[in-house]
């Protein structure tokens, strides 16, 4: 192992993550590990066969989406069927490493691109409204997937950059006119921002995740002061009801939905942040006080079932953090 991996991002943590990463019985974990930490190229199409992908596959619409399982009174079918396709979709790119070359990502992808508006955003899961987050969570998995250079991908991050707030972040605009989420559900007509309002962590988080993993625009202006004001925020509270108390820094999920610690120093590493900031230091080293002498974690997972694998996968994004900060410092 010392042979096929630089470790100089390892003397950080107490103890070394990488045996039970290679150890474990999951095949996608093993090998993300050896693409991911050790920088080799990986055939991931063993991952393509697995039941679970299987299962999403034959579940898909021939329209490209997936149905929400339990939709909620007074709520937009549609609009539950594009988060359930977003959710379902991010699996089978972040956790299965699907791409573009396989027939359901095409499908889901060109669903997803006949929801997008003129102007560029992804609208429908909170029904007419603006959803800054969503636009990103969507245009950040279609980048992973392969789209990177594709206009509609482009079109979608200019459409970002152009509605942010003064302060340089995003919010919900719906949030920054004093509305609740229930106008998604009962009003029909688009929200306009108040775009001198602050911006929202959450919000701002999840869309440098899609700014942080495209070649051009994690290097615009834009984007670099959008990452010091993310940085800023860590381990406090949100401006904003959705998600706005400080536990949630803490509480995970994957695929990354919405923000927390792990989410958000990934991208801080991916957009060349230093690891010597204060507050990006605070936060790597509530991960380094967390490890277990297994050398893995035992984290709140606060969604998905298979809670096992899911900790396997969250380990991987520490690791990944702690490669980015660090190897080649």
């Avoid at 042979?3 to 950080?12: E, F, G, H, I």
């Avoid at 619409?61 to 937009?76: K, L, S, V």
């Avoid at 297994?294 to 690791?319: M, N, V």
Wanted: proline share 5%; net charge negative.
């Amino acid at each position: 192992m010392n042979d096929r991996v630089n470790q100089t991002w390892l003397r950080p943590l107490n103890y070394n993550p990488l045996p039970p990463l290679l150890e474990n019985d999951n095949n996608c974990i093993q090998l993300k590990v050896h693409a991911d930490l050790f920088d080799e190229e990986v055939d991931f199409e063993s991952c393509w066969a697995s039941k679970e992908v299987l299962k999403l596959i034959k579940k898909q619409q021939m329209e490209g989406y997936w149905i929400y399982p339990q939709a909620r009174e007074n709520t937009n079918r549609d609009n539950l069927n594009q988060y359930q396709t977003y959710r379902n979709f991010a699996k089978l790119v972040d956790m299965y490493s699907l791409d573009r070359s396989h027939a359901v990502i095409k499908k889901t992808a060109e669903y997803f691109f006949s929801v997008q508006t003129a102007q560029g955003d992804f609208r429908g899961i909170y029904d007419k409204q603006y959803t800054p987050n969503y636009t990103a969570g969507i245009a950040e998995m279609l980048i992973k997937a392969g789209y990177t250079d594709d206009v509609r991908i482009i079109r979608a991050l200019d459409w970002l950059v152009k509605y942010r707030q003064t302060d340089g972040g995003w919010a919900l605009p719906f949030r920054t006119r004093n509305h609740n989420i229930d106008v998604t559900y009962n009003y029909h007509e688009t929200i306009e921002p108040d775009i001198n309002q602050p911006s929202s962590y959450m919000v701002t988080s999840v869309v440098l995740r899609a700014f942080s993993i495209h070649p051009l625009f994690r290097e615009r202006p834009e984007v670099k002061e959008a990452g010091e004001l993310v940085s800023t925020y860590i381990f406090k509270r949100d401006k904003y009801p959705d998600r706005q108390d400080k536990k949630y820094w803490t509480q995970f999920v994957y695929p990354f939905c919405y923000s927390d610690l792990i989410s958000v120093l990934d991208s801080l590493s991916l957009l060349g942040f230093s690891p010597q900031e204060p507050t990006i230091k605070k936060g790597l080293q509530w991960l380094i006080d967390e490890q277990l002498e297994s050398g893995l974690w035992d984290l709140r997972i606060s969604a998905g079932q298979d809670k096992e694998t899911l900790q396997l996968y969250l380990d991987l994004a520490i690791c990944k953090i702690f490669k980015q900060f660090y190897s080649t410092r």
